[in-house]
């Protein structure tokens, strides 16, 4: 017996009609996946960011404790705090600056010469790196301590 088919006007598309769903599931399927890589991306370049700026924060602050003429003038204003601009900026544009305070005197250990005597004092310092990136609001404050090591008067 032959196959018997059907004549063309008994076709109601069921076919188109398949093909179309799948059509719009994969592109929800898509528009899902791209939204899911922004956030990542986003994600990524924000820790990147973040980082940058908490360098450029440590940085300042190691650059204001290594420059002796900062601790003098720390040592001269005597508990004020002397704010001085490190001029880092890097890409994010970011403005960063150290704030240094003398904060007393002590024993400066490891120095003493003989039983009891110590010729040398340690004068403490703070310094407080800052650094600000306005362009995407990230802001890092590294504080640090620091010893300089002078004769005792």
């Known amino acids: 017996m032959d196959n018997i088919s059907l004549p063309h006007n008994a076709q109601r598309g069921a076919a188109l009609l398949v093909a179309m769903v799948m059509i719009f599931m994969l592109s929800v399927l898509g528009v899902s996946a791209m939204r899911g890589s922004t956030i990542e991306r986003r994600m990524a370049t924000n820790s990147i960011q973040t980082q940058t700026n908490f ?44 704030q240094l305070q003398y904060i007393g005197e002590g024993i400066a250990e490891g120095f003493s010469t003989g039983s009891g005597s110590n010729k040398f004092m340690a004068l403490r310092f703070e310094a407080r790196g800052l650094s600000n990136a306005d362009t995407v609001r990230a802001r890092s404050e590294i504080l640090q301590g620091a010893n300089r090591v002078v004769p005792a008067p």
């Open 55 to 98: 360098q450029a924060a440590e940085s300042s602050s190691e650059i204001g404790l290594n420059d002796s003429t900062n601790l003098e003038n720390a040592y001269e204003a005597n508990g004020t705090i002397v704010t001085v601009d490190t001029d880092l900026q890097h890409a994010m544009g970011s403005d960063s600056e150290v």
